[in-house]
């Protein structure tokens, strides 16, 4: 079946500091992949997509580069600030099978210290 | 912003008893969903709803849960006799109808079975 892969938490950071949350998957179909964001007594929220291999999603400075070949969607953000401080979850769904369930990682608490 | 909201946000029940959580997604998406989060583990979809009926279910959507559109602007989901292993964060999410597209997440109801 499908499955999201995320490295676990929780991820501790100086402000500034350079991030990286790794994601990997497994995917039945061909997927489109999301990172999605969750700050503390709130919903989930998108913070990026991308739908096709090698592309580039980018919002709010992060950015996560679809990589067929290495099955992996990695999150990126090169200075973090303290309000980064949330979790974030790696999610796909299998667009080509018209599926618009969203398969999610574990999600990765994000601390950014000032 | 419109946004998905739910309600109860926090609901505690004893085994056995049905308990029902409310939503209101926003007003012009016509896809509807319910997740859940046990705590620590991971956001597992539960069902979609698409023209008044299930679209999609995973396998713990089972004969104890049912959902419903009543009148219009609420989608529910109803447990009917709940289970200690029910306990969990509820979400619901809506989205507009294209496959791939950001799906908008209520905050969730958290349900504690006793």
């Known amino acids: 079946g499908d499955s999201v892969t995320q490295m676990e938490g929780p991820v501790t950071l100086s402000e500034e500091a350079f991030l990286t949350i790794n994601c990997t998957y497994t995917?039945?179909?061909?997927?489109?992949l999301f990172w999605y964001v969750q700050y503390p007594g709130e919903g989930l929220q998108l913070l990026l997509k991308?739908?096709?291999?090698?592309d580039k999603g980018s919002n709010k400075g992060f950015e996560a580069t679809y990589r067929k070949e290495t099955t992996s969607f990695h999150l990126e953000k090169g200075s973090v600030q303290v309000s980064d401080s949330a979790v974030y979850f790696c999610?796909?769904?299998?667009?080509?099978?018209?599926?618009?369930?969203?398969?999610f990682g574990s999600g990765t608490r994000l601390q950014v210290q000032p | 912003e419109p946004e998905v909201t739910q309600t109860p946000s926090h609901q505690v029940t004893q085994m056995g008893q049905e308990v029902i959580l409310r939503c209101v997604p926003i007003?012009?998406?016509?896809?509807f969903y319910w997740y859940r989060q046990i705590l620590g583990q991971k956001v597992e979809f539960l069902v979609s709803?698409?023209?008044?009926?299930?679209?999609?279910k995973s396998e713990i959507f089972d004969d104890q849960f049912s959902v419903e559109r009543p009148d219009g602007s609420n989608f529910t989901l109803k447990i009917r006799s709940t289970k200690l292993e029910d306990s969990a964060m509820y979400f619901c999410?809506?989205?507009?109808?294209?496959?791939?597209?950001?799906?908008?997440f209520g905050p969730g109801t958290r349900l504690t079975v006793l």
């Open positions: 999410a809506s989205t507009m109808e294209d496959v791939g597209t950001e799906q908008f």
């Open positions: 995917a039945t179909g061909y997927p489109s």
């Open positions: 991308a739908t096709k291999a090698d």
């Open positions: 999610a796909l769904t299998i667009t080509d099978t018209g599926r618009r369930a969203l398969t």
């Open positions: 007003s012009n998406h016509l896809y």
């Open positions: 709803f698409y023209n008044n009926e299930i679209s999609e």
